[in-house]
């Protein structure tokens, strides 16, 4: 599941030539059908969601720019803890809505699509941003059509949970055990917390599947946006159907190369992974090797610091309007300014002004500090006022420490986090030169934001004694497991089992190969669901051939077309079967391979050129998968901090 904003369409002019026409096509949800969900999830309120995004006093009272922003719900509205994770989403969401423009009535598409690419329904977003009401209607169509325990990849798929649960689809969901998670590269940018919970890799179940498809879908989609943006809704519809209808036949054709790559991709972790865990493991202890029980107590760990306790939120504010009333020393600004009249003044006529100025600010800034001081005490009835000498104090003071290092950490490593996304994009295939040029200026400008963020960081670092970085380290790390044990300092979870790095990275090879497993399994059971589609489709289509040409009806032409089409990318399905029955890593059954009628003759007339134009795609699609081998591993390495 996925929204997109590229097929935009303009607010057409009422009453002038409107084409009355209603394109009806099988991909479409209807705007009427999606208005259904648009009032079961109660919207939050505005007040929050300018807390959410971050804005200053001036903007707090500035509307969205789209007013059903405000009477819908979305996506992540039904989550009431307002996770990070929701706070992100929400932030992004309102800057992209701020720069669309009232010009336009279809703001977008959602969609929903299979792994292998083939798209199952798509629905307009009508002037409006992402709002709930487009998922919903789309899962409400999945867990209509599809078996029981359906597994949907979405953004922000740990706070939808929440909203699934609360609206009208809620039970229907829990019957047919559908399950959200997040998608692989979206996922590392959520919590640690909810990747334990929602990435695909921990939770288990979709096998090696990054759930990135929607994206993909869209990056194709692309072409449309200049075709569809004046055009009629009638036309609209129309192109987006057509286009929809050619790539799925694409992907239709391209099916077999996807099971090939995969089950190379599975056969390469099931030969490394036991290796690298075997090498991992050498010399640990049995305890260390029980990732399952490391995986929940990190998880129960993280969760018992979910939220800051009551008592170190309030410590920790005192001890703020404490310093800064001692730091600040109202008293002392006012003797200075005294001290300044009564040795300066007779200099010089002009400064008896600013003297009066300085006298001035001084009471002023005694006023404001002292009574912030007094109204947080007479608050929270505090009786005695803390010193410097007092436990108290020593207490705060700590935490409010440990509190500035972990800000000061997770900013770094956001930073990091970035600066490896952006080092990796631009050694991937298929970037073009101005996206490399774009990035590398990205980069200079990341860099000096890290260096900043360093110096911040080891001065903080400094003040509770713990381990400084080097810009020499930092520039060159390919690994951010170490950013989240970084993150505690009341408790040194570093001597913990699962906080070792040998058994963290043990722990990824050993989920690895738990999801390639799983991936086998998959892969076996569709290799022979499209070999048995594969016979039954070209003898349902020869057998209408048939009967329209002994009716003689000028369709049989036709037909006759759509079964050759269907035959020469069958026979691309049949080679690449072969190659991957003789795969050492395939365990399922090998149906036969039937050579539809005609076919076998016709490939021999050609030669060999159709197999080897299957060769050259077959390579380079392994050049192109080693590609996203290495990006996978990449990002399997990264562990995103909580408040990243």
Not at 389 to 398: G, N, P, V
Not at 432 to 461: D, M, P, S
Request: net charge neutral; glycine share 6%.
């Amino acid at each position: 599941l996925d929204g997109n904003q590229s097929l935009k369409r303009v607010h057409q002019r009422e009453g002038v030539n409107p084409d009355p026409r209603q394109f009806t096509s099988d991909y479409y949800i209807s705007e009427e059908l999606v208005d259904r969900f648009k009032h079961d999830v109660k919207p939050r309120p505005l007040r929050s969601l300018k807390k959410l995004v971050g804005s200053s006093a001036d903007s707090a009272e500035e509307p969205p720019a789209w007013s059903k922003d405000v009477q819908e719900a979305t996506p992540a509205d039904g989550d009431e803890d307002q996770t990070p994770c929701t706070e992100r989403w929400k932030a992004a969401q309102s800057d992209s809505v701020k720069r669309m423009w009232s010009i336009y009535r279809e703001t977008g598409i959602f969609l929903s699509a299979c792994r292998h690419g083939l798209i199952w329904w798509i629905c307009d977003m009508v002037s409006s941003g992402e709002l709930a009401k487009y998922p919903l209607a789309l899962v409400n169509q999945v867990l209509d059509v599809l078996q029981d325990r359906p597994g949907l990849g979405y953004d922000i798929g740990c706070s939808f949970t929440e909203t699934v649960a609360k609206s009208s689809i809620a039970e229907k969901a829990r019957g047919k055990g559908l399950r959200l998670v997040v998608p692989s590269f979206h996922g590392y940018a959520h919590k640690r917390i909810c990747q334990l919970s929602y990435h695909p890799l921990f939770t288990g179940g979709f096998g090696i599947e990054d759930l990135e498809t929607a994206e993909r879908i869209f990056s194709s989609f692309n072409g449309l946006a200049n075709i569809t943006r004046y055009a009629s809704r009638y036309h609209r519809h129309q192109a987006i159907d057509l286009y929809a209808r050619q790539h799925d036949d694409d992907k239709y054709q391209e099916l077999s190369a996807f099971l090939y790559g995969n089950y190379k991709q599975l056969g390469q972790i099931l030969q490394e992974a036991p290796i690298a865990i075997a090498a991992l493991q050498s010399g640990q202890a049995l305890e260390d090797t029980a990732y399952r029980q490391h995986l929940e107590a990190e998880r129960v760990y993280l969760l018992s610091r979910k939220k800051e306790a009551p008592e170190d939120e309030f410590a920790c504010q005192y001890y703020e309007h404490l310093v800064t009333y001692q730091q600040t020393n109202p008293r002392k600004l006012y003797d200075n300014a005294v001290e300044f009249c009564n040795t300066r003044m007779s200099e010089r006529s002009a400064l008896k002004e600013r003297a009066a100025l300085m006298r001035q600010h001084a009471f002023e800034t005694f006023e404001r500090v002292q009574g912030a001081l007094h109204r947080f005490e007479l608050t929270y009835n505090i009786a005695t006022r803390w010193t410097p000498d007092t436990q108290e104090w020593k207490e705060a003071a700590h935490y409010h420490s440990t509190r500035a290092y972990q800000k000061a950490l997770s900013k770094l490593e956001g930073l990091v986090v970035a600066r490896l996304f952006e080092l990796h994009k631009m050694g991937l295939s298929g970037t073009g030169y101005k996206l490399r040029v774009h990035i590398n200026r990205a980069l200079k400008t990341r860099c000096k934001a890290i260096q900043a963020a360093l110096r911040k960081y080891n001065e903080a670092a400094k003040v509770l004694n713990r381990p400084q970085l080097d810009w020499k380290d930092v520039s060159t790390y390919d690994s951010l497991a170490e950013f989240e044990l970084l993150q505690e300092c009341r408790i040194d979870i570093r001597q913990q089992p699962w906080a070792d790095t040998r058994n963290r990275q043990a722990l990824l090879h050993h989920l690895k190969l738990e999801r390639a497993e799983e991936e086998r399994k998959r892969l076996d059971v569709e290799i022979s669901r499209l070999v048995d589609w594969m016979t039954r489709e070209e003898s349902d289509l020869k057998s209408a051939v048939d009967r329209l040409q002994t009716e003689g009806s000028p369709l049989a032409v036709e037909a006759n077309k759509r079964l050759a089409h269907r035959v020469r990318q069958n026979n691309i399905h049949r080679t690449l079967i072969q190659k991957i029955y003789a795969l050492p890593c395939y365990s399922g059954h090998r149906d036969p391979i039937i050579e539809f009628w005609g076919v076998t003759s016709e490939r021999n007339a050609q030669g060999d050129g159709l197999g080897d134009g299957i060769g050259a795609s077959a390579e380079e699609d392994d050049v192109v998968g080693d590609e996203l081998d290495r990006l996978n591993d990449f990002l399997g390495s990264l562990s995103i901090s909580s408040n990243m």
